[in-house]
């Protein structure tokens, strides 16, 4: 079955914790993103990954790092969490549909990851 | 930033019912996109129009996009209490930018 898995799906942590958040994905799928979801302000992209060792800042990367050192696979670290970090986390891949200007993305997620920081 | 606006934010029918949403973008876009959410989990992907159509079809989805407008909207006829769940627009290619959704409850 085609899919986006992420891991953990729950994460309760401290602040200064360092954790990882893995997402991969079966599809063979070049690109690949990381968003934030907090209510009233919708999905906000953290990073994304056009290919392997090709990364790129979304709108809010402070306080994250990522990798991507196979196609399949694009952790999210967080080095130092803080409560402002809590949040509901998405991972997503596509393809890039290069027939279409801007290059179209149709995007499957992942089931989410649920963070808390305290 | 937010590029694409739902409108409402909150919707409430009866099944049977067509449920309408609207999307606002701010700048020039090729494509947009609408993502359906259930409850907390992730997003489905319903339904992608070209910046050079005005209208697509996709079983009981239409959706329509007005360039000259900036805006988009998604038309859900004979509703389900299955439709009941968040509903966003994308915009952006590599920098996928949603909007805050529209959360529609279908009522059996």
């Known amino acids: 079955e085609a899919q986006v898995t992420q891991n953990p799906r729950y994460l309760i942590t401290v602040t200064g914790k360092k954790l990882t958040v893995t997402c991969s994905q079966n599809?063979?799928?070049?690109?690949m993103s990381w968003y934030r979801q907090d209510p009233g302000l919708g999905l906000r992209q953290i990073y994304y990954?056009?290919?392997?060792?090709?990364?790129d800042k979304g709108d809010v990367p402070e306080g994250y790092k990522v990798s991507r050192k196979e196609k399949r696979n694009f952790p999210l670290i967080l080095e130092s969490p803080s409560p402002n970090q809590t949040s509901l986390y998405f991972c997503?891949?596509?393809?890039?549909?290069?027939?279409?200007?801007?290059?179209?993305?149709?995007?499957?997620f992942g089931a989410g990851s649920r963070l808390t920081v305290l | 930033s937010q590029q694409g606006e739902e409108d409402p934010q909150a919707l409430s029918i009866q099944e049977g019912e067509n449920a309408t949403m609207n999307c606002s973008y701010k700048t020039s876009i090729n494509n947009l996109q609408w993502y359906r959410q259930n409850s907390g989990r992730g997003l489905v992907h319903l339904i992608l129009i070209r910046s050079n159509e005005r209208e697509k079809h996709s079983g009981r989805l239409r959706v329509t996009l007005d360039t000259s407008k900036k805006s988009s909207s998604l038309l859900i006829t004979a509703s389900r209490a299955a439709d009941t769940a968040s509903y966003f627009c994308?915009?952006?290619?590599?920098?996928?930018?949603f909007g805050a959704g529209t959360r529609l409850f279908v009522k059996a």
């Open positions: 990954s056009m290919n392997v060792e090709v990364t």
């Open positions: 997503a891949s596509s393809f890039i549909d290069r027939s279409a200007v801007g290059g179209a993305n149709v995007l499957t």
């Open positions: 994308a915009t952006g290619g590599f920098k996928t930018i």
């Open positions: 599809m063979n799928h070049e690109y």
